[in-house]
């Protein structure tokens, strides 16, 4: 069975940081591309930030709201997935989500829409106070 499971959401104030982890099996997880997304009540599922699956040096993505604030990453010998949050946000406040879309891709194409994905996790709560 295929599951995503992400993990590591909490209520921090604002500036503070959080680390996400998507923990992966039941698929070969060098060959997909591991996506983290977001959601709030009343709004559309956005790309937060993706990676490759290339080994090695892979290509990320990340949206304009959370560059140079959100640090993506992959630990392929423990099928798990990072998202680094800094400087965090009320803004920031959703559900978030890991899922994983199969390749292969053009190189320096990372995907970044939900309707590329073909797997999903569950989702953890990010809350940030003002």
């Known amino acids: 069975e295929v599951q995503l499971q992400a993990s590591g959401g909490g209520l921090v104030q604002a500036g503070g940081s959080l680390r996400l982890s998507c923990a992966a099996s039941?698929?070969?997880?060098?060959?997909?591309?591991i996506g983290w997304f977001r959601q709030d009540p009343g709004k559309e599922r956005e790309g937060v930030s993706c990676?490759?699956?290339?080994?090695?040096?892979?290509?990320?993505y990340y949206a304009d709201s959370v560059k140079g604030r959100f640090t993506i990453s992959r630990d392929n010998a423990k099928n798990t997935v990072y998202l680094q949050m800094n400087s965090l946000k009320p803004e920031d406040t959703a559900v978030y989500y890991c899922?994983?879309?199969?390749?292969?891709?053009?190189?320096?194409?990372?995907?970044?829409?939900?309707?590329?994905?073909?797997?999903w996790g569950q989702g953890t709560q990010v809350t940030v106070s003002s």
């Open positions: 990676i490759s699956s290339s080994d090695g040096d892979g290509s990320t």
């Open positions: 039941g698929f070969t997880f060098d060959d997909y591309v």
């Open positions: 899922a994983a879309a199969e390749g292969p891709y053009v190189l320096g194409y990372v995907p970044s829409k939900q309707y590329e994905y073909d797997y």
